[in-house]
């Protein structure tokens, strides 16, 4: 009954050479899907609570596969931060959104501001600021226009440089976001030692709000908090209208989910600023 280890070390190396065959052809098939425009930027709205009305959209990555259709982020982006391949692909996207941005803008649609997101691997590349700087100037647009989503994940490595980056970021007029917040170490402790104008609050306490106090709680003093430093706050994964309803009576400004619209292509954006107001 004694197992022999070589055996089991034979199939242990083959099993990882197996998958590290797997994942280099993933990333050449990324690499060639960066190269051959199957990446697509989809946009999401987010919406005044008060008001209705769509004030931002965040912009989200769909990687277009001409056999499997829409592959989601989650499913190559920790393989594009694994290979670097993150720098290009995030080079891409905060084009694509200024180039968007640009074409609304030219087009006479009533635009709002696009968030895009951020990993820490993008920040650790370097030259984050620079490259802001140099797609607004291409794309002529207002500092203003553009958020940058960060999660809480980026403070995991506490660094000068990233303090410096978001200094400059914020110095230079774009908004800053704080994302998926509270599932990381010591959210409060980011709030206190860098400045951003909006908080979103991570979706699992929303999915939480019909089952009991606490995360009416939660959500209610992240809004409080908010609210005192100026900051917007925004409940993403608003699903059920009653949701949408809790979390404007527990302070938040912003709205973002699936009850107002899934995320849409750019043709569907430019319909959705059309019919404005449609929440
Ligand atoms: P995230 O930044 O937290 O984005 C929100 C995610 O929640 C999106 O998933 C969105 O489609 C989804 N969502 C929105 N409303 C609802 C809702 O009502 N219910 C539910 N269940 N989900 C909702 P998505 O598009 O699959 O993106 C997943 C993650 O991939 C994002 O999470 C973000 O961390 C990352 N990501 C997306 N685009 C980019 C990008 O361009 N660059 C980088 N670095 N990361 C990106
Ligand atoms: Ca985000
Ligand atoms: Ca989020
Ligand atoms: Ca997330």
């Known amino acids: 009954s004694q197992h022999n280890p070589s055996a089991t070390w034979t199939q242990y190396t083959k099993a990882l050479e197996h998958q590290t065959r797997e994942t280099v052809n993933l990333t050449t098939k990324l690499r060639r899907a960066l190269e051959t425009d199957q990446l697509e930027l989809h946009y999401q709205p987010q919406v005044d609570l008060v008001s209705g009305g769509i004030v931002s959209a965040e912009a989200l990555l769909r990687w277009n596969h001409p056999q499997v259709g829409f592959i989601a982020p989650d499913q190559f982006i920790p393989l594009a931060e694994q290979s670097q391949l993150i720098g ?3 080079d891409w996207v905060l084009r694509q959104a200024c180039r968007d941005l640009r074409a609304w803008r030219d087009g006479g649609l009533p635009v709002t501001p696009v968030s895009i997101n951020l990993s820490l691997i993008e920040f650790q590349l370097g030259s984050i600021p620079d490259k802001i700087r140099h797609a607004l100037a291409e794309f002529d647009l207002p500092p203003g226009m553009l958020t940058l989503e960060i999660t809480e994940s980026v403070f995991e490595q506490h660094s000068q440089a990233l303090r410096q980056d978001l200094e400059t970021l914020s110095a230079m007029g774009v908004r800053l976001s704080l994302d998926d917040f509270g599932t990381g170490y010591s959210s409060l402790g980011h709030l206190n030692d860098y400045f951003f104008d909006e908080i979103k609050i991570d979706k699992s306490f929303i999915f939480q709000l ?46 973002q989910g699936y009850h107002f619209s899934r995320p849409v292509t750019e043709s569907c954006w430019r319909q959705l600023l059309i019919d404005q107001n449609a929440f």
Do not use: M
């Open 88 to 90: 290009p692909i995030g």
């Open 210 to 255: 019909d089952e009991g106090p606490y995360s009416q709680a939660i959500v209610k003093a992240v809004a409080v908090i908010a609210a005192a430093l100026g900051a917007d706050v925004v409940a993403e994964g608003l699903e059920l209208v009653s949701q949408v309803a809790t979390v404007r009576q527990l302070g938040c400004t912003k709205g």
